[in-house]
C-alpha cells in the first residue's frame, strides 16, 4: 500500500482504502478521540537495508461491531463507491483469504494531484480480523500494510493500521510524512461514514 519517478506522487494511495466520518459540527477534541495518527521516518526502513522509509501508524474508534467493519475495509470491489480519492477498485481471487487488489486513485496537495495505480497481494485472516497487504505491481516500488480490528467493551471496534512504505526520488521523506498523514485523515472520513451507513441499514431490518 514507492513509486516511479514518472507518476510525481508516492505512497499515498496506499491509504485511499480507509476513511472517518465527521459531522460539521464536531470539535477538533471528538475528532482525535475517534481518529490518532502518528508518523516516523524511519532510516534505514530495517537493519541491512540501504534504503529509508516513512511509516504510518492509525488508531481509527468507530460505534459499529466489528463484522460490519471487516466488511466495509474488505469490500474492495467496491470501494471506489465510497472512498472518494479512488477512481477504480477491483479485486482477484487468488485462494482461499488470498485476493489481489488493483486500484487507481487521485492523490495530492490542493491543485496538484495525480492518477497512481497500485496493486497489492492481500492475506485476509477474518478468525482474527487482521489484513496482511504487500504491493506486488503497480506504480509503487515497496510497501506494506497491516490491519487489525478489536471489538470494544462498549460494542464498537478499534482499527489499528501500519503502513510502511519506501517513496523513492519523488520528493523528501518529510514531505512525503506530511503528505501521507493528510492522506490518511481524509481517507479514514470516508471509510467511517460508510461504516455507520451499514450499520444503521442493518438495525433497521
Do not use: H
Not at 21 to 45: D, G, N, Q, T, W
Not at 185 to 196: G, N, P, T
Amino acid at each position: 500500500m514507492a513509486w516511479r519517478r514518472t507518476k510525481g506522487a508516492c505512497c499515498l494511495a496506499l491509504l485511499l482504502s480507509s476513511g472517518l466520518f465527521i459531522s460539521v459540527s464536531a470539535s477538533a477534541a471528538k475528532l482525535e478521540e475517534m481518529l490518532e495518527i502518528k508518523s516516523a521516518l524511519l532510516r534505514p526502513c530495517e537493519k541491512n537495508l540501504a534504503y529509508d522509509c516513512v511509516k504510518v501508524d492509525v488508531r481509527f474508534n468507530v460505534d459499529a461491531p466489528i463484522e460490519t467493519v471487516w466488511q466495509v475495509i474488505t469490500d474492495y470491489q467496491n470501494a471506489a463507491q465510497f472512498i472518494s480519492n479512488l477512481r477504480s477498485s477491483t479485486e482477484t481471487s487468488l485462494a482461499t483469504n488470498s485476493v489481489q487488489v488493483e486500484q487507481v486513485g487521485r492523490v495530492g496537495w490542493g491543485i496538484l494531484n495525480v492518477d497512481i495505480r497500485t496493486v497489492y497481494k492481500v492475506s485476509l485472516n477474518p478468525i482474527e480480523k487482521k489484513i496482511d497487504s504487500v504491493s506486488v505491481g503497480g506504480d509503487l516500488q515497496t510497501v506494506r500494510m497491516v490491519t487489525e480490528l478489536k471489538s470494544k467493551a462498549n460494542g464498537g471496534t478499534l482499527l489499528e493500521y501500519t503502513l510502511v512504505t519506501d517513496p523513492g526520488p519523488w520528493a523528501p521523506l518529510a514531505i512525503t510524512e506530511e503528505l501521507l498523514k493528510r492522506q490518511a485523515r481524509q481517507s479514514f472520513v470516508d471509510l467511517r461514514r460508510e461504516i455507520l451507513k451499514r450499520d444503521n441499514a442493518t438495525l433497521k431490518r
